[in-house]
């Protein structure tokens, strides 16, 4: 099904933007797509992206809840980027885990991606948050690992705290083996998990037991 014009000009206003702002950088960057897909660096382009996430209805001219959405996904991509951290982009992903209506888990799961990598020590309490926040569902399964790379002990106390909710379980049970000497006493939490219903439960189940203290 071709893609609505209204949707076609939006991301043709950003490719201008974009394409702008990396001539002048001599960047041979074109699209957001280029962005994404690159292993370059671009840091003279984050305030053409930055400005599009924080006025992104008024620039692209979308205003279905579900166009805005897809459309900030790709802006979120492209932030996920070292040059990015320390910069207005995170707040603003923070910022965008709660916008009304709520995005989907799928999204909300590119914002925690983005937030795994861009998060500094100092944003520990609102990662915390958005960890023990059941209303966003797997959107929230990325920021385990941050916590248990952060602060192990207590990132520790925040993934069993939530070991119960199917919809992130087998995420914790991966993002534990960022720890590399587990204690023994995890093995009353993981062990029953070998009988889930889940199959990825149970092969994650598996493989942090293996890692696990006898």
Do not use: C
Request: proline share 9%; no cysteine; hydrophobic share 40%.
């Amino acid at each position: 099904m071709p893609a609505p014009a209204q949707w076609i000009r939006a991301h043709e206003r950003l490719s201008h933007d974009i394409a702008k702002a990396a001539k002048k950088a001599g960047l041979p960057f074109r699209t957001i797509t280029d962005l994404i897909n690159t292993d370059k660096r671009y840091p003279e382009l984050l305030p053409v992206l930055i400005d599009w996430l924080q006025n992104v209805e008024a620039k692209s001219g979308l205003t279905t809840p579900a166009e805005l959405h897809d459309f900030r996904e790709a802006l979120y991509r492209s932030l996920t980027t070292i040059d990015a951290m320390g910069t207005e982009a995170v707040p603003l992903l923070f910022d965008s885990f709660y916008l009304q209506p709520p995005a989907p888990p799928i999204i909300l799961a590119t914002i925690g991606t983005a937030l795994k990598y861009l998060a500094a020590p100092t944003d520990y309490p609102r990662m915390r948050q958005l960890a023990v926040d059941r209303t966003l569902g797997y959107g929230r399964a990325q920021i385990f690992e941050w916590l248990l790379r952060a602060d192990p002990d207590d990132g520790l106390s925040v993934a069993l705290s939530e070991l119960d909710d199917p919809s992130v379980r087998p995420y914790i049970l991966r993002s534990l083996r960022v720890i590399k000497h587990l204690p023994a006493s995890l093995r009353p939490h993981i062990e029953p998990l070998l009988e889930d219903p889940d199959s990825e439960v149970r092969l994650q189940a598996k493989r942090t037991l293996a890692k696990v203290g006898k």
